[in-house]
């Protein structure tokens, strides 16, 4: 995974490091236990009995012997808004490697896929309020208008923002009316240890399953830091980033209940999120794109059939 984080200072283009992405996990899907998993890129659908075949490609008839019509930019399969968390927290660790520009390659890569397979794709940012938003829709401006936004987050230096994520999905869920599979990246630290917040945060995400949206959290973190706390055996000075908060203390002597903590936050997500039929995806950066895609093609096969 290291080599396409290497590349974003190299790269000026993000839908070159999509495509790189994708085409490097479709090979490692024929590979695994997956192998013969449909992952569908067509310009064409089969032609239904009775309508009219001005539309229907007769060079695939003649070449196939079976009636396809050519699809048109407003036929799509499913439409998919993603969201992602721009807040202060996203750019730990403070490198390239960071949650940020994590979430920007694999909104890029799903954005890849989802117009491969004629599905509409938008983007929205947020923190502690809704900062872009394009529309799902199926079209090139669309499309390079969304790719220009995900590349300005790959080279934009850290701003104190903090997290609302509660108050901004709120507002994003009555900005789109039409049903949508949405899909959010975000590490959820938004009040970590105020009793309300996770029931809050709940509250907006039952918010798009009542507009009857399909969702799915894809919880980004640096497990190795963030929840495991693995640091070196010496004192450090801890800054919030959001805050500017400081704090010294020596790991070793907080690790352990600190792994309590953390890991209980992650379960109490994920069962409040069960709970409501929301697919919750714990993602750790160190681990590759592997879990974001595959989650995505899994969803979507469930959702057009």
Not at 206 to 230: A, C, P, S, T
């Amino acid at each position: 995974m290291d080599k396409y984080f290497d590349k974003i200072n190299q790269i000026n283009h993000i839908d070159i490091l999509a495509k790189q992405i994708v085409e490097g996990f479709l090979i490692g899907l024929h590979k695994s236990p997956f192998h013969g998993f449909s992952v569908e890129f067509s310009e064409h659908r089969l032609y239904n009995e009775g309508e009219s075949v001005k539309n229907v490609d007769w060079k695939v008839f003649a070449r196939t012997d079976k009636m396809y019509v050519k699809k048109y930019e407003e036929e799509t399969n499913l439409r998919c808004q993603i969201l992602v968390d721009i807040s202060s927290s996203m750019y730990f660790p403070d490198n390239s490697e960071n949650k940020l520009n994590f979430s920007a390659l694999c909104a890029a890569s799903l954005i890849y896929l989802l117009k491969s397979q004629r599905d509409a794709f938008g983007l929205t940012t947020f923190s502690d309020k809704i900062y872009f938003h394009a529309d799902a829709k199926l079209n090139e401006n669309n499309r390079n208008n969304i790719y220009a936004q995900l590349e300005h987050l790959l080279n934009q230096k850290p701003k104190s923002q903090t997290t609302n994520a509660k108050e901004a999905i709120h507002a994003f869920a009555e900005m789109i009316h039409r049903r949508s599979l949405v899909v959010i990246f975000s590490d959820m630290f938004d009040n970590i240890g105020d009793e309300n917040s996770l029931q809050e945060i709940v509250d907006a995400l039952q918010h798009l399953k009542y507009n009857k949206h399909e969702v799915v959290l894809f919880h980004v973190i640096d497990k190795r830091h963030e929840i495991d706390l693995d640091y070196e055996n010496r004192p450090y000075e801890f800054v919030d980033i959001e805050t500017n908060q400081s704090i010294k203390l020596h790991t070793n002597m907080v690790k352990e209940q600190y792994k309590i903590l953390s890991e209980k936050f992650v379960q109490d997500m994920r069962i409040a999120c069960l709970q409501n039929k929301i697919d919750f995806v714990e993602v750790d950066i160190n681990e590759g794109f592997q879990t974001v895609l595959q989650t995505y093609l899994l969803k979507r096969s469930k959702m057009i059939k």
